[in-house]
Nanobody, 114 residues
Framework: QVQLAESGGGLVQPGGSLRLSCAAPGFIFKTSTMIWYRQAPGKERELVASISSTGGSLSYADSVKGRFTISRDDAKNTVYLQMNSLKPEDTAVYRC???????WGQGTQVTVSS
């Protein structure tokens, strides 16, 4: 079963930073818009950020604009989510997805707490 491989989660204090990574097989990555989602306990899944296959189109949830940056490295078949100025409400399991496919990462926990 093809899965996307995420890494980079952890525990960080409010105001801190983390960078999440998501590696995908090349045949998926090169033609896919890549998306980061998150889901906190008791809440619905939220689309956090997306980047088109060419990298020319980016979008962000209002809750993370100005703090998070999505990027992709086509040589490494990897999409990144740089998260700065983290807040407790950013605590969630973050997962990546190749848009319009069934390819998902397993999820990585991000906890923002003092």
């Amino acid at each position: 079963q093809v899965q996307l491989a995420e890494s980079g989660g952890g525990l960080v204090q409010p105001g801190g930073s983390l960078r999440l990574s998501c590696a995908a097989p090349g045949f998926i990555f090169k033609t896919s818009t890549m998306i980061w989602y998150r889901q906190a306990p008791g809440k619905e899944r939220e689309l956090v950020a997306s980047i088109s296959s060419t990298g020319g189109s980016l979008s962000y949830a209002d809750s993370v604009k100005g703090r998070f940056t999505i990027s992709r490295d086509d040589a490494k078949n990897t999409v990144y989510l740089q998260m700065n100025s983290l807040k407790p409400e950013d605590t969630a399991v973050y997962r990546c997805n190749a848009a319009w496919t069934s390819y998902w990462g397993q999820g990585t926990q991000v906890t923002v707490s003092s």
